[in-house]
């Protein structure tokens, strides 16, 4: 069974940063397309980001210049991360990672992580 876990939500100021990690148990996540999702309060899930197996990205026009998605391969186990900078308060929601593949179309989620920015 496949577990995705997302890390490094928080509450911080207008315009700095935060990093979010996405992890997977159970199998390889340079298998699968990747991609993060947010969902404000009263609202619905929308899209943020994403990169696909073989490195093609896309994200949603809000968040071109200032997200950055990307595979980890620093450590033994690769993850995908979510670099946001210059934060603004309507990127506040919980943020989920969806780990998805051709034989799996509707994939795999994580539980979220929330991101505050608040001053």
């Known amino acids: 069974q496949v577990e995705v876990v997302e890390s490094g939500g928080g509450l911080v100021q207008p315009g700095r940063s935060l990093r979010l990690s996405c992890g997977i148990f159970?199998?390889?996540?340079?298998?699968?397309?990747v991609a993060w999702y947010r969902q404000a309060p009263g609202k619905q899930r929308e899209f943020v980001a994403s990169?696909?197996?073989?490195?093609?990205?896309?994200?949603t026009e809000s968040v071109k210049d200032r997200f950055t998605i990307a595979r980890d391969h620093t450590n033994a186990e690769s993850t995908v991360y979510l670099q946001m900078n210059t934060l603004k308060p309507e990127d506040t929601g919980v943020y989920y990672c969806?780990?998805?593949?051709?034989?799996?179309?509707?994939?795999?989620w994580g539980q979220g992580t929330q991101v505050t920015v608040s001053s």
């Open positions: 969806n780990v998805r593949a051709a034989w799996k179309p509707a994939g795999f």
């Open positions: 159970g199998s390889n996540i340079n298998i699968w397309d």
């Open positions: 990169i696909s197996r073989l490195g093609t990205i896309n994200k």
